[in-house]
T-cell receptor
Framework: GAVVSQHPSRVICKSGTSVKIECRSL??????MFWYRQFPKKSLMLMAT?????????EQGVEKDKFLINHASLTLSTLTVTSAHPEDSSFYIC????????????FGPGTRLTVL | AQKITQTQPGMFVQEKEAVTLDCTYD???????LFWYKQPSSGEMIFLIY??????QNATEGRYSLNFQKARKSANLVISASQLGDSAMYFC?????????????FGAGTRLFVKA
């Protein structure tokens, strides 16, 4: 399958700082990117969907000013957690989809964010 | 209402035996896809198997098979000849084509423990 990378894989930051997570599709063009967060021992919760060149669509309850998503190119999407707080500590996973096909969604390895 | 339900938080299986992980779903969209993913402790999401709503036959991929019962809205994963490396978290997921905006939503997951 296609490869999606995420950077950094792990980040620790102080409360109040902003953190940017990059998600890259390495060998395909991701017209749609999905961002999920996962708390320990819990399921993946969809945060937002972004289409290249458009504003992201956020799921209910997700603060768009808190979690800034940019999808400026077909191979790069970024999630910026602004003014991070300890409750933002989580595992963030991106996923890219390139075509209108049921089973074409490729996941990145995830980024573990710890806010002190 | 829950769209994807996995009622088994944890399952144990003896090595080399088969195990069935349950999944039921709820949708009114006639076009949807069902997926199973494996998430080991490293956190990466590993795609296992896919079943389309219009597929007549149950999907199979090596030791994985999906028992698709459309009328019952169930999509159970069967792992044959379990191996120690199968110990992981398993997520059932669904993607609705017409109503879901191609978003993939996940069940709560089942943690599988394979005993030697």
């Amino acid at each position: 399958g296609a490869v999606v990378s995420q950077h950094p894989s792990r980040v620790i930051c102080k409360s109040g700082t902003s953190v940017k997570i990059e998600c890259r599709s390495l060998d395909f063009q991701a017209t749609t990117m999905f961002w999920y967060r996962q708390f320990p021992k819990k399921s993946l919760m969809l945060m937002a969907t972004s289409n290249e060149g458009s504003k992201a669509t956020y799921e209910q309850g997700v603060e768009k000013d808190k979690f800034l998503i940019n999808h400026a190119s077909l191979t790069l999407s970024t999630l910026t957690v602004t003014s991070a707080h300890p409750e933002d500590s989580s595992f963030y996973i991106c996923s890219g989809s390139g075509q209108v096909d049921y089973n074409e969604q490729f996941f990145g390895p995830g980024t573990r964010l710890t806010v002190l | 209402a829950q769209k994807i339900t996995q009622t088994q938080p944890g399952m144990f299986v003896q090595e080399k035996e088969a195990v069935t992980l349950d999944c039921t779903y709820d949708t009114s969209d006639p076009s949807y896809g069902l997926f199973w993913y494996k998430q080991p402790s490293s956190g990466e999401m590993i795609f296992l198997i896919y079943q389309g709503s219009y597929d007549q036959q149950n999907a199979t991929e090596g030791r994985y098979s999906l028992n698709f019962q459309k009328a019952r809205k169930s999509a159970n994963l069967v792992i044959s000849a379990s191996q120690l490396g199968d110990s992981a978290m398993y997520f059932c997921a669904m993607r609705e084509v017409n109503t879901g905006g191609f978003k993939t939503i996940f069940g709560a997951g089942t943690r599988l423990f394979v005993k030697a």
